[in-house]
């Protein structure tokens, strides 16, 4: 569902667009400087309004529109993991003035369990404004008090230990990449979102859940978490270890939900300044004051930063081959 | 167990003239949407729920569950008047509403459901506030194996729903299959024959606005009024008269409405049942324990009351159950959990640990628009029920187009419609042979419950077996009530099959 | 063969069911073809299989109906008292419909819905050309207001509105 855009006067625009004109012959030195935007932006969003990426979508479309002359409206295109929602975007005009917000590994997913008709070279990154990380987490009165403890567990007796896993997210890559390195069998449940496992944890009818370990924090006191997927400590989660640090063998690479912020690869190519104005427009509005005030107070701080379009893109891809590596067990096989 | 203190936050949050405005704007604009056929309440709170942002949470929150409240109602004013329901769980107020609506007495229909709707949604909201915090604690309870023995349960209701039990089975056998269809949590992609649209599952708006609501069209073809030959004669004040009549007639009924209320929100707690469930569950109870069972669908003011005061009250435990878990009851209470993620706050066990000023006042919420919906609702229905009066072929294209529109609306895709007529062809097939439509709508919604708790179930222990079931304290309870609710059921088959075959017998 | 005729006749009762378990019995196939089986099959299975059963039931008992010369099956439904009797508006109203909805994405949902109403009004005998005319344009009109202007729900835009 779209959100009512912000009517802002075309009479402004004319006149910048005047202004422009007559400056014209004195802009010729610099006329790779591109102008973004020209009209009012669509950020189309594969994933219902609501979720966790919704939130930062809205908040960051309020903070960049006071950056500029134009309005920007955030398209919530839900439905089959985000898959609709792509295909969406990529037969949207590839103008620079449609943008794509979406997750990693779900976008890599969609390509390789879901069979999509897209490639993930078809998206130019722009960032990965949040990487959120995997938390192997059990319930407060859990006897598990370490991580080394339930995997012995589990190694000693598969059949009694019970994980949950919610696909078609991050923390699903990174349990089956966990166990699989490890070499654990545990009964594994399936879980369709994060709220019903958490419930499902809470409620003590699995043992210990592969979950979000910025959402985790919502659970507070009610819940411990054993590690996590990060290769340095996650600040919410001070005494849980990184994966590698208990399990230096496993060497595992630092998977959960990345958001990221993106736009056609084909307008990229054909348009680099203008490219380059919209990175250097975001980059302005992310490092401003008021928009870091803003996800302090959210608290999405631990989870944000600025890595710009080259190793937001490495991230990308290395978490592509990791999902390429399991696409078998992804696909239900 | 009850502090004064966020108590009286709660009261103080509503006793602000922009909160209460908000409330009864949202009952009204629930209470229209609803009416409208095609435009279900899950859309109409979808289209706001991106305005709420900027609001306050409990502005935002409580416009809109009022929305759910007035469209609750709402959608059973063109099951009434139309026999199309606004949304699934209006198809039950119908059985009785419409054929009322034939004999003449649709004001009187109009004003009942807005007395049980009104009253109902009361209920609800008190149950909502006195027993919340207990509710955490029972509904953590249920894992996978309950959940899936609550979805069964939910199908038992579906055995009684006709007079042929068989085709009622084959019915509601073919919507179970069809709501499995999707991709498993497994990664397994079910029956979409190649379509991303169906990845998720069919959509069960767009098959009940089809199956229900466009097949009616058809038969609307057939007569010049919706009532028949002739329009039916009225004025305002013998509306008026009529709807003030049903209203006295709900309060006749009680232990009905209580009755109902209570079904209605226990279901309305469970995660997946919903309201649709809930109107079934209810109206299937008052049936069964009425002096004359066979007026039920005849027009029977009891089967409407059940319906209509279950629906509303089912709201009242579907938001105890998403606001102390976070768990959708249903598609309304999916997208409000988004609302409160917006703004936000999660919702779950911390909720009402932290926020626990603004959870009640929300609950009040309910109980302020509970008195809105009645007062809209009479207002509405007062004008309502002039509907019946337009010729058919005025509402037909009226009607079709507006499907169109609101189906495509959901999810701005043309593929809903046609999903949409699809649903339309089987359901002209099923009225024309029989075949209890409502059977394949509670499969549909009831199908992805079954097959997602099940597989949760094989996959906690490994392999499915019936001690899975008799070990655990809450499935042992369901799993007896199953049984309760099938034992009449059994001894109807049992005794309509002796009676057949030793009719048979005698020529 | 008063049996078979009768059969024949009446043949159409089995319509509904039979869809419904053919549908079942390809989808059922189709999903046992999937690797996992056995998880994927949890629900279906019973489902299918109560299903089948059920039809069995129904045939069966139909069939020995007829033999004992009981005739007719759906003689407790009174619900078939809502025949469709006029078959050819009902049958036009159908195909325009069906092109209403493809015409949608062609010429986009204001002008079809125009061209539908209209052309339905016509079907329906009206009369007068201001009603065809005016009624199915101030409805397009204002559903794209509503719709489109107002609640910013982008409706279909064809090759025209």
């Known amino acids: ?333 | 167990m009850f502090d004064a203190a966020p108590i009286l936050e709660g009261l103080g949050l509503l006793a602000d003239w922009k909160v209460m405005s908000i409330i009864l704007l949202g009952v009204f604009f629930g209470i229209i949407t609803g009416a409208i056929p095609g435009f279900s309440t899950p859309l109409a709170i979808s289209i706001m729920l991106p305005l709420t942002y900027p609001m306050s949470p409990v502005l935002g929150i409580a416009f809109l569950t009022a929305i759910y409240a007035g469209g609750n109602f709402g959608s059973s004013i063109s099951s009434i008047l139309l026999n199309i329901p606004g949304s699934p769980q209006a198809i039950v107020t119908g059985f009785d509403g419409n054929p009322m609506t034939k004999q003449g007495r649709a004001s009187e229909a109009l004003g009942m459901a807005v007395a049980s709707s009104a009253m109902g949604n009361l209920l609800g909201a008190f149950f909502l506030i006195l027993v919340m915090p207990l509710i955490v604690t029972v509904a953590l309870m249920f894992g996978p194996p309950e959940l899936f023995l609550v979805g069964v349960l939910g199908l038992t209701v579906i055995a009684a729903l006709h007079n042929s039990f068989l085709k009622a089975i084959i019915a509601g056998g073919f919507g179970v299959l069809l709501g499995t269809v999707g991709m498993t949590s497994t990664g397994a992609i079910r029956g979409t024959h190649g379509y991303f649209e169906l990845m998720d599952g069919i959509p069960v708006i767009p098959a009940l606005i089809g199956l229900i609501g466009f097949s009616e069209l058809f038969y609307m073809l057939q007569q010049r009024y919706v009532t028949g030959g002739s329009a039916q004669k009225g004025d305002s004040q013998k509306n008026l008269h009529s709807l003030l009549y049903g209203f006295g007639r709900v309060l006749k009924h009680p232990l009905t409405v209580l009755k109902s209320s209570t079904i209605g929100v226990i279901i309305g707690a469970l995660p997946g049942a919903g309201a649709t469930v809930a109107s079934v569950v209810s109206y299937n109870e008052a049936k069964r324990s009425s002096k004359k069972p066979e007026e039920f669908g005849k027009g029977a003011e009891e089967g409407l009351i059940s319906a209509e005061s279950a629906n509303n009250a089912s709201e009242g435990g579907a938001l105890a159950t998403m606001l102390s878990l976070g768990i959708p009851g249903g598609l309304a209470t999916a997208v409000m959990v988004g609302a409160f993620m917006l703004q936000g706050l999660i919702p779950g066990p911390r909720l009402f640990i932290d926020h626990q000023g603004l959870v009640y006042g929300i609950m009040f919420a309910q109980v302020v628009a509970s008195f809105f919906l009645f007062m809209a609702g009479l207002l509405v229905s007062l004008y309502a029920a002039k509907v019946i009066n337009i010729p058919t072929i005025v509402l037909i294209p009226l009607i079709a187009v507006f499907s169109v529109a609101g189906t495509y609306a959901i999810s701005l895709q043309m593929f809903d419609v046609k999903i949409m007529l699809v649903f339309a062809a089987l359901g002209i097939l099923m009225r024309k042979y029989d075949y209890p439509l409502i059977a394949v709508i509670l499969g549909i919604i009831l199908g992805p419950i079954l097959d997602r708790q099940l597989m949760r179930t094989f996959q906690g222990a490994g392999e499915l077996s019936i001690g899975i079931f008799l070990n655990r304290p809450v499935s042992l309870i369901l799993l007896c009530m199953i049984l309760f609710c099938l034992a009449p059921i059994a001894f109807k088959i049992y005794r309509n099959t002796r009676e057949s075959l030793g009719f048979a017998r005698r020529t | 063969m008063d049996f078979m005729r009768q059969l024949g006749k009446k043949g159409g009762e089995f319509a509904v069911p039979s869809i419904m378990l053919a549908y079942a019995t390809y989808y059922y196939l189709e999903v046992s073809s999937l690797p996992r089986r056995e998880i994927n099959l949890l629900l279906i299975q019973p489902v299918y299989f109560v299903m089948l059963v059920a039809f069995v039931i129904l045939v069966s008992a139909y069939i020995y109906g007829l033999l004992v010369g009981r005739g007719a099956f759906a003689s407790g439904s009174d619900a078939a008292d809502r025949k469709i009797t006029n078959k050819i508006s009902t049958l036009s109203f159908a195909v325009l419909t069906v092109a209403y909805v493809f015409g949608i994405e062609w010429l986009g949902f204001v002008i079809s819905s125009w061209l539908y109403m209209a052309l339905l009004l016509m079907l329906f005998s009206v009369k007068s050309w201001l009603i065809i005319v005016i009624f199915p344009a101030g409805t397009a009109l204002f559903i794209y207001l509503t719709f489109d202007m107002w609640l910013s729900i982008p409706l279909p835009k064809g090759i025209l509105l």
């Open chain 1, 1 to 333: 569902m779209t959100v009512q855009p912000k009517m802002k006067t075309t009479v402004k625009a004319l006149f910048a667009g005047a202004v422009l004109v007559a400056a014209a012959p004195g802009m010729a030195l610099s006329a790779n400087a591109a102008e973004w935007p020209t009209e009012n932006v669509r950020l189309i969003l594969p994933f219902s309004a609501g979720g966790s990426i919704d939130r930062f979508a809205r908040g960051l479309t309020q903070h960049w529109e006071e950056f500029h002359d134009y309005a920007m409206i955030v398209d919530n295109r839900g439905g089959a993991s985000g898959l609709l929602g792509s295909r969406t975007f990529l037969g949207s005009p590839a103008n620079g003035h449609y943008l794509f917000a979406g997750i990693q590994p779900t976008l890599s997913m969609n390509i390789v369990a879901q069979g999509a008709d897209f490639d993930l070279d078809d998206f130019t990154f722009i960032n990965i404004e949040q990487r959120d990380y995997t938390s192997i987490v059990v319930r407060a009165d859990s006897p598990y008090e370490t991580i080394e403890e339930l995997v012995e567990s589990i190694r000693e007796n598969p059949g009694s230990v019970t994980m949950s896993m919610a696909t078609g997210s991050g923390t699903h890559l990174f349990g089956l990449a966990f166990l699989d390195t490890l070499d654990l069998n545990p009964n594994i449940v399936t879980f369709d979102g994060g709220g019903e496992q958490r419930t499902d944890l809470l409620g003590g009818h699995s043992d210990a859940a592969f979950s979000s370990a910025y959402g985790d924090m919502t659970l507070g006191d009610q819940v411990r978490v054993l590690a996590v997927s990060s290769h340095e400590t996650f600040p919410g989660w001070p005494d849980a270890p990184p994966v590698n640090e208990a399990f230096p063998e496993a060497d595992l690479p630092a998977i959960g939900d990345n958001r990221f912020l993106a736009v056609h690869t084909s307008f990229a190519e054909e348009n680099p300044e203008a490219f380059e104005a919209i990175v250097a427009s975001y980059q302005e509005v992310f490092n401003s004051e008021a928009y870091q005030a803003h996800i302090e107070n959210l608290g999405s701080d631990l989870i944000s930063g600025y890595y710009g379009p080259e190793e937001s893109k490495e991230i990308i891809y290395e978490i592509h081959e990791v999902v390429e590596r399991y696409g078998d067990m992804l696909s239900g096989n």
